[in-house]
């Protein structure tokens, strides 16, 4: 079966730092990759996906991740974060049904 | 369409009693998924349905727990005798196909046993 693995529980940056936030995958096919974003008691809200194709997508709010085959990863990254930005991220792999990873949760410090 | 629909937003419930959830999914969706959330985990899969077959079921629905989307259109989820383990945020999604183009989610049920 595909899963993710999402390495940090918690990151923390600073206004306008770059975020990063990793993930990597485990399939015996070529994958189906997603990353959402969840603020508090919400559900969760597609950022971005790869299917196949260009292996840099970009997504809403500025995030953008690429997906690179030889280190099965899919890290999402931003340029410049927003205080708007805090959230708990979730990497997804869609196998028969989409399986989530634990989780990164967020924090945008003034 | 308003995206994906949940009722209630959340319940609180005694040990023992029985709740029932609603999904009112996206209408040209026909694939429909229930998931559960605990704090500070991913969702995990419980089942889904095309149309209104279930296919697939997760070992985590236990026998307690029930679900059904009699018209191939809105979904219920049904837990019988709650317990505590029980309390947790139950997501409702629908797709349609291919599958590729992602997961629509709705807000949530968060389930309080006391």
């Known amino acids: 079966a595909q899963s993710v693995t999402q390495l940090g529980s918690h990151v923390s940056v600073s206004e306008g730092a770059l975020v990063l936030l990793r993930c990597n995958y485990s399939?015996?096919?070529?994958?189906?990759l997603f990353w959402y974003v969840q603020y508090p008691n919400q559900g969760l809200q597609l950022l971005l996906k790869y299917t196949t194709g260009a292996t840099l997508v970009k997504g809403i709010n500025g995030f953008e991740a690429e997906f690179k085959k030889s280190e099965t990863s899919f890290h999402l990254t931003k340029p410049s974060a927003h205080m708007s930005d805090a959230a708990e991220y979730f990497c997804?792999?869609?196998?028969?049904?989409?399986?989530f990873g634990a989780g990164t949760r967020l924090t945008v410090k003034p | 369409d308003t995206g994906v629909s949940q009722d209630p937003r959340h319940k609180i419930t005694k040990r023992g009693q029985n709740v029932t959830f609603r999904c009112d999914p996206i209408?040209?969706?026909?694939?429909l998924y229930w998931y559960r959330q605990t704090l500070g985990q991913g969702p995990e899969f419980l089942t889904y349905f095309q149309n209104e077959a279930q296919l697939e079921k997760s070992r985590l629905l236990s026998d307690r727990f029930s679900a059904e989307r009699p018209k191939g259109s809105f979904s219920t989820l049904e837990i019988q005798r709650t317990e505590q383990g029980d309390s947790a945020m139950y997501l409702c999604?629908?797709?349609?196909?291919?599958?590729?183009?992602?997961?629509?989610f709705g807000s949530g049920t968060r389930l309080t046993v006391v």
């Open positions: 399939s015996s096919v070529p994958p189906y």
């Open positions: 209408s040209e969706h026909n694939r």
């Open positions: 999604a629908s797709s349609s196909l291919p599958q590729g183009s992602g997961y629509t």
């Open positions: 997804a792999v869609l196998d028969n049904d989409m399986r």
